[in-house]
């Protein structure tokens, strides 16, 4: 395989090789770009089902206290507790499912818990709500379970459920970075398509300058210069540069035309 067709097979060729490698490497960064996507979402996703865990058990467990101390409904007191340990497991929970970079967040969050329980237990130790009942029922001065509500257990509340909210925040910066390496990513995994495309387009621009000046343009002067031979008997003549087969054409129409002329 020599000349033109040589040069047209291996253009087409640098083509075909071109998409291949540059569909590989697309292929690759997009694989890459899919677990990452996979990684944020499901962090998201663990990290929200772990804060709304927590956030579901204290708020089981303030509710129990509100019927125990405000309401003073004694049959809560259980209930404060059970609801209680079940907070602790999700904080539990949740720290053994999240990096250890928040392990500074989950001590202060141990730390409140624990002085979220102990207010209530001193409340459970003191006997405050049954003695109130029952200087209720004497017309006494009865304890006034709104109060410490207010001043002793809902600051130590609110702290708690802050520091919740900021272990959930803390989750949701520690996926920056993946969102920034799926960035650069997702640049790599287009980078080599918009290669690939430029290099095509130069490639079909050298392929139309090449077909054109040597072999179309040739074509048509030897088409036309033969035509004017057989009419007017006018000499064969291209001026186009021709090479290789273009060439080899030219030398053998221009041998046949003289051939014809000698036998004349």
Request: glycine residues 4%; contains cysteine; proline residues 2%.
């Amino acid at each position: 395989m020599t000349g033109i067709r040589k040069r047209i097979s291996i253009g087409f060729l640098s083509i075909v090789v071109l998409l291949f490698f540059s569909g590989l490497v697309s292929l690759f960064e997009l694989n890459h770009m899919s677990v990452d996507i996979d990684a944020i979402l499901s962090s998201n996703r663990k990290g929200i089902e772990l804060t709304e865990g927590m956030l579901d058990a204290i708020r089981s467990h303030d509710r129990a206290v509100i019927r125990y101390a405000v309401l003073h409904d004694t049959s809560y007191a259980d209930s404060c507790r059970v609801r209680y340990k079940s907070f602790a497991d999700k904080i539990s929970q949740a720290r053994a499912e999240t990096s250890a970079s928040a392990d500074g967040l989950f001590d202060e969050l141990d730390a409140s818990a624990t002085r979220l329980d102990s207010i209530v237990e001193q409340l459970f130790e003191s006997g405050s709500v049954e003695q109130g009942i029952m200087a209720d029922t004497l017309r006494a001065v009865e304890f006034d379970g709104r109060q410490w509500y207010d001043n002793e257990y809902l600051p130590v509340y609110n702290t708690t459920s802050n520091q919740i909210l900021d272990v959930l925040t803390h989750a949701q910066n520690s996926l920056s970075p993946r969102a920034e390496r799926l960035s650069r990513n997702a640049y790599r995994a287009v980078t080599p398509v918009f290669i690939s495309l430029v290099v095509m387009i130069v490639i079909l621009l050298m392929f139309y300058y090449f077909i054109m000046i040597y072999a179309v343009k040739p074509i048509v002067e030897m088409n036309r210069s033969l035509g004017d031979w057989m009419r007017y008997k006018l000499p064969f003549s291209v001026k186009s540069e021709c090479r290789d087969e273009m060439a080899e054409l030219r030398d053998k129409i221009e041998s046949v035309t003289n051939n014809v002329k000698m036998t004349k």
